[in-house]
């Protein structure tokens, strides 16, 4: 019998069940995805909470016990909802990419200042650590295509309280890392942002 008041993957593990039997389930509208190949039982609170328990599942023990952060769209994901990330960026410690490795992850080999993550911990399960806000918000600004680079990073701020000070504080802190120019101007657009920003370059 499946026990699907909480979300599991659906991998092959015999403990979820035979795969027909879940195909049959979400075929009725039984079991729903939540991200990747983890489902739920259809009417579970679609939550902060669903949402860490799914990206605890995904992200392998060796990758939270080395300190892993789950990171950018998949973070966004975790503060927001929304459509869940077609993979899961994490970032490691410079020279663990190749030995954490896993399909269904992106790996980006940084350092990280320990106030640019948090420890999300839903009831009952495994915590997982994932960027702050504000450095989601920064990443976002950084990596997104640049049309929706910045409604993506004020989305993700408004729902966690960050501002656009935090987000410019973030930038700072790596200034060698990919798109922090490119964020920095964004970052002037930010709405009621006004002047004085850390680093903001004004735009054009």
């Known amino acids: 019998m499946i026990e699907t008041d909480l979300p599991f993957r659906t991998n092959g593990d015999p403990q979820t069940g035979h ?27 679609s939550d902060q909470n669903l949402r860490a328990r799914a990206l605890s599942l995904v992200v392998p023990d060796r990758l939270h016990d080395c300190g892993a952060v789950v990171a950018q769209l998949a973070a966004a ?10 993979l899961v ?21 940084r350092r990280m200042p320990p106030k640019d993550a948090v ?23 950084r990596t997104l295509p640049e049309f929706t680079a910045l409604q993506a990073a004020v989305d993700v701020a ?4 960050a501002d656009a000070r935090e987000v410019a504080a973030c930038l700072e802190l790596m200034p060698r890392a990919r798109g922090v120019a490119r964020a920095r ?3 002037a657009a930010w709405p009621g942002a006004g002047d004085g920003l850390p680093g903001a370059i004004e735009p054009a």
């Open 158 to 161: 408004t729902a966690t309280g």
């Open 19 to 45: 795969p027909r039997e879940i195909g049959r389930l979400l075929g009725e509208g039984l079991l729903v995805p939540v991200l990747l190949d983890v489902v739920v039982a259809a009417g579970a609170p």
């Open 77 to 86: 994901w975790l503060w927001c909802g929304g459509a869940p990330p077609p």
């Open 185 to 187: 101007r964004l970052l």
């Open 119 to 141: 420890v999300i911990s839903p009831p009952g399960a495994r915590g997982i650590a994932v960027t702050t806000g504000a450095r989601t918000a920064a990443d976002l600004l």
């Open 89 to 109: 960026d994490v970032v490691v410690r410079p020279g663990r990419g190749r030995v954490l490795a896993a399909s269904h992850l992106v790996r980006h080999e």
